[in-house]
């Protein structure tokens, strides 16, 4: 399988903030492939896709190795810094984190965990500012189930 077929679709962690409530927010994951790559929206549940707090362009870049970088960037194609997930195949899926060199515009560091799996999209971000202090996020994984 490509690593397209692993994010394609839509994606919910509905049973995750049902079992921990207060810990997790429901939020609904979308990919889709556009005619130069991909596009993703990120919105939480009540709020409605048209009201995403994340949306993004993405390409994907194989190199001979097997592993695949996402670079990530802006709605108009310009890129959003130097910030790249590398993944590599394993088992059944990818598993990745970023490159090093994500950040905020205000120049909060953002580490970045991701595993994609046939019918399961876990990630986590967790944001430092200069001084290693935390800002947002964690390590938990949020843990999506793709929708059938």
């Given at each position: 399988?490509?690593?397209?077929?692993?994010?394609?679709?839509?994606?919910?962690?509905?049973?995750?903030?049902?079992?921990?409530?207060?810990e997790?927010?429901?939020?609904?994951?979308?990919?889709?492939?556009?005619?130069?790559?991909?596009?993703?929206?990120q919105?939480?549940?009540?709020?409605?896709k048209?009201?995403?707090?994340?949306?993004?362009?993405?390409?994907?870049?194989?190199?001979d190795?097997?592993?695949?970088?996402?670079?990530?960037?802006?709605?108009?194609?310009?890129?959003?810094?130097?910030?790249?997930?590398?993944?590599?195949?394993?088992?059944?899926?990818?598993?990745?984190?970023?490159?090093?060199?994500?950040?905020?515009?205000?120049?909060?560091?953002?580490?970045t965990?991701?595993?994609?799996?046939?019918?399961?999209?876990?990630?986590?971000?967790r944001?430092?500012?200069?001084?290693?202090?935390?800002?947002?996020?964690?390590?938990?994984?949020?843990?999506?189930?793709?929708?059938?």
């Amino acid at each position: 399988m490509k690593i397209e077929d692993y994010v394609l679709g839509v994606w919910d962690n509905i049973e995750q903030c049902s079992m921990y409530p207060t810990e997790f927010s429901r939020i609904i994951v979308e990919w889709i492939k556009i005619p130069d790559g991909y596009e993703s929206w990120q919105w939480k549940h009540p709020e409605g896709k048209e009201n995403a707090y994340r949306h993004t362009l993405h390409k994907f870049v194989e190199y001979d190795d097997g592993s695949v970088v996402m670079e990530t960037y802006n709605t108009d194609w310009t890129r959003k810094g130097n910030c790249a997930i590398v993944l590599t195949p394993r088992r059944n899926g990818w598993f990745g984190q970023d490159n090093g060199n994500c950040q905020t515009k205000n120049g909060t560091l953002i580490a970045t965990k991701m595993e994609l799996l046939p019918d399961l999209y876990r990630v986590y971000d967790r944001g430092t500012d200069q001084y290693g202090e935390y800002v947002f996020g964690g390590c938990q994984f949020y843990e999506f189930k793709r929708r059938k």
